[in-house]
């Protein structure tokens, strides 16, 4: 009896500390580091490197993902959303996340410098100071924290392209940009859809601050036509053939379609479909991207 409780009570402990890397978070992070990555290469793909910058990536965010949890505890234990993840309801001590954070950030980072490249390291190692120390902090000062998160958030593909090429071309730009601007339409559904909790946890997210909702379904419409837009430009660029630009027309439409639905409605349910929309095209960008690659 004494052997399975002990079988239950690892289990337990190795599924918060799963839950404090945020894999949902994790994966979109793999996926668009590896649209860069792919995109950046040469045929033939170096397979090692590339498992390489995948996993250094991985780690990277995941530890950011272990001390985002270690910094935001308290907000945590404030939200209906979040009071049930693994600090707040006394899972795991601070310091464990705060030890397991440090250590995964960390060897994500040496993982980088040592398979991949220094500039890669240099990337990962930024994209985690940034997001912790200037976005997470903010988050409780002002709206335009959304905006500052932006800049860390879309490193990934530039993480991938720098793998390879060790240096960042106007291409690689162009990915970081599209992936700037789609973080608005989703996190800010996602805070219409949870601004009361924002708002008991003392977050100012810009649904928080301007409650009327004018300036936070705006700002969707508005970065939903850049998406659309910048989604075009692989095309237009030849990185990509017109497998993908009927592909980034489609889901592209589709975004802008669910971005106006939620602005004229302006309720979760809206809000909560937009939200689902932009993963859905973030991944078809990618994933047809990738497949309908044309040769440099």
């Known amino acids: 009896m004494s052997v399975q409780v002990a079988a239950l009570a690892l289990r337990a402990k190795s599924s918060a500390f799963l839950e404090l ?52 505890r308290d907000s ?118 949870y601004r009361e909790d924002y708002a008991r946890a003392g977050i100012r997210m810009l649904p928080v601050v301007e409650r009327t909702g004018r300036s936070t379904f705006r700002q969707i419409l508005w970065f939903s036509v850049a998406v659309f837009v910048l989604g075009l430009l692989p095309f237009l660029l030849e990185m990509a053939g017109p497998l993908y630009l009927v592909a980034a027309v489609a889901s592209g439409a589709g975004l802008l379609q669910a971005a106006w639905s939620a602005a004229r409605n302006r309720t979760n349910s809206r809000a909560k479909f937009l939200m689902h929309a932009t993963v859905v095209q973030i991944a078809v960008l990618c994933l047809l991207m990738m497949l309908d690659k044309q040769a440099p």
């Open 76 to 193: 945590d234990a404030k939200m209906r959303r979040t009071a049930r993840r693994p600090l707040p309801v006394g899972a795991l001590r601070p310091r464990q996340a705060l030890a397991f954070g440090i250590l995964l950030a960390l060897l994500g980072t040496l993982h980088l410098l040592l398979f991949v490249n220094g500039l890669a390291a240099l990337l990962g190692f930024g994209t985690c100071a940034s997001y912790l120390g200037l976005y997470t902090p903010l988050k409780k000062q002002t709206s335009l924290a959304t905006l500052v998160g932006a800049f860390p958030g879309a490193a990934p593909p530039l993480i991938g392209w720098a793998a390879v090429r060790g240096t960042l071309e106007l291409e690689a730009w162009v990915l970081y940009a599209l992936l700037f601007c789609w973080q608005f339409p989703h996190f800010l559904s996602i805070a219409w859809m």
């Open 21 to 72: 890397t945020k894999p949902d978070v994790s994966f979109l992070v793999v996926l668009t580091t590896l649209t860069g990555y792919w995109m950046a290469s040469d045929a033939p793909v170096d397979w090692l490197r590339m498992g390489h910058t995948l996993v250094g990536t991985l780690l990277v965010a995941s530890g950011t993902s272990a001390l985002n949890h270690y910094l935001e």
